[in-house]
């Protein structure tokens, strides 16, 4: 979309290329805005548009079949897409002037198609933008209430019922704060308070050392002054229940993007060791950026696969962070298109995730503490790995922790659910190695 300057001309490029080359669609939109010649308000809109036709695709699919005679999916690509495009401003953004999201909605259409999207959509707005659900069995409506694949539905309530699975459904599709963790080295958390306090800025309650804004506008200079960086409470959370302190050797196995071991440096007052790893060299220059821009220098990164400690570092770390690559299942608010990923992927993932929790532990020195962490709801990824280490490693134990106003662990380990605690979906447990 280089050059261009519609958001929704810029949105349906965006939409197609995602769908058609299966994308990340963080990655399609980072590359898309670093190319565009947007205005920093037609940015949000793009981005609006873009994340909420992902996340809503299922249901504006099935509105689509309601009022064509033929099923979304017997819909060319570009059409269908026009068509989302329209829908999703008349159902889900009061603040779009139906005529604007009708008639722009239908340029973006191919000339062969505009008559018959104009049509629809007019048809629509006529009816009250609004559409009803499907009568049947309870996952069917599900899918279309939540705009949710049914095998993801089956999945959260064969695990958690069906009371906490359309909650977690429903806070997918729910917009978070932005966070903002102040880098200590530069700033104080009043600072920052004052500088974002027409962005309506804030104490997070359930992490108050951090900040939380509505809306990402205006943060893009602070994280290049080095005064602060974008993170989870979730993410910050697992770092205060590492607890690392100045002076100590740290060890991050599966460090990138590397909030976690910026958050720790900054915990440590940039005093100490802290060693981050990950599987993909390349995903290390983002750290390395990142602790630069905050002037944090105790922090030293290296490829390796986390199944494979480094065997100098044997025995050596006073604190070692395991946070586990994971099916992502907890941040679908963030990444709205985890929702399509095929659950036949998640049955591989313990298995790996264990021999990754047996190599970081290795680092751990007697006495010294192990935080495993996800960020997924699945307890196949996250309880059942933790009891299966402990059962076949007797040096280790649980050891609970206290996060203040987020609670206190359970047998060491605690898991945040977004609709109840308002952060990612995210699992921690700590362990410490015995001394004898």
């Not at 395991?322 to 313990?350: F, H, N, T, W």
Request: aromatic share 6%.
């Amino acid at each position: 979309m280089k050059n261009e300057t519609n958001p929704r001309a810029a949105a349906a490029a965006s939409l197609l290329s995602w769908e058609k080359n299966g994308r990340f669609a963080n990655l399609e939109v980072n590359a898309s805005l670093n190319a565009s010649a947007l205005s920093d308000a037609d940015r949000g809109l793009y981005t609006a548009l873009v994340y909420g036709v992902i996340e809503r695709a299922i249901t504006l699919d099935y509105i689509i079949g309601t009022l064509s005679a033929r099923p979304a999916e017997q819909i060319d690509r570009e059409t269908r897409c026009a068509l989302r495009l329209g829908l999703y401003q008349l159902t889900f953004m009061d603040r779009i002037p139906p005529h604007a999201a009708v008639s722009e909605s239908v340029n973006t259409a191919p000339a062969r198609s505009r008559g018959f999207v104009n049509a629809l959509l007019r048809t629509y707005q006529r009816g009250g933008c609004r559409y009803a659900l499907p009568e049947g069995e309870l996952l069917s409506r599900m899918e279309i209430e939540y705009s949710a694949p049914k095998e993801l539905c089956a999945f959260f309530v064969e695990r958690y019922g069906e009371e906490t699975a359309k909650a977690l459904l429903s806070s997918a599709n729910q917009s978070p704060p932005v966070t903002l963790r102040p880098n200590p080295l530069r700033t104080t958390a009043e600072e920052i308070l004052t500088r974002h306090a027409a962005d309506g800025a804030r104490v997070c309650t359930l992490s108050p050392d951090m900040i939380e804004i509505d809306g990402a506008a205006g943060v893009s200079d602070g994280i290049a002054e080095g005064l602060y960086f974008v993170q989870d409470p979730a993410s910050r959370l697992c770092v205060r229940a590492l607890d690392a302190h100045p002076g100590e050797t740290v060890i991050d196995t599966c460090a990138a993007p590397g909030g976690k071991s910026i958050s720790t440096a900054l915990d440590m007052n940039n005093s100490g060791r802290l060693i981050s790893f990950d599987l993909h060299e390349n995903k290390l220059s983002l750290i390395r950026r990142t602790a630069g821009s905050l002037g944090i220098t105790i922090l030293e990164t290296a490829a390796r696969d986390a199944r494979e400690p480094d065997p100098a570092l044997i025995g050596k770390a006073d604190r070692v962070l395991c946070d586990a690559p994971c099916s992502g299942l907890g941040v679908i608010r963030k990444k709205p298109d985890i929702r399509y990923k095929s659950l036949e992927s998640v049955a591989a993932l313990p298995a790996i995730q264990y021999d990754i929790l047996c190599g970081a532990a290795q680092y751990v020195r007697p006495g010294g503490v192990l935080v495993y962490s996800t960020c997924t709801l699945n307890p196949d990824e996250n309880e059942h790995i933790v009891r299966r280490f402990l059962e076949n490693h007797g040096d280790f134990s649980p050891v609970d922790f206290d996060l203040g106003p987020a609670g206190v662990s359970e047998n060491g380990m605690r898991t945040f659910f977004p609709h109840l605690d308002g952060c990612d979906g995210f699992f921690i447990a700590k362990m410490i190695r015995k001394t004898t």
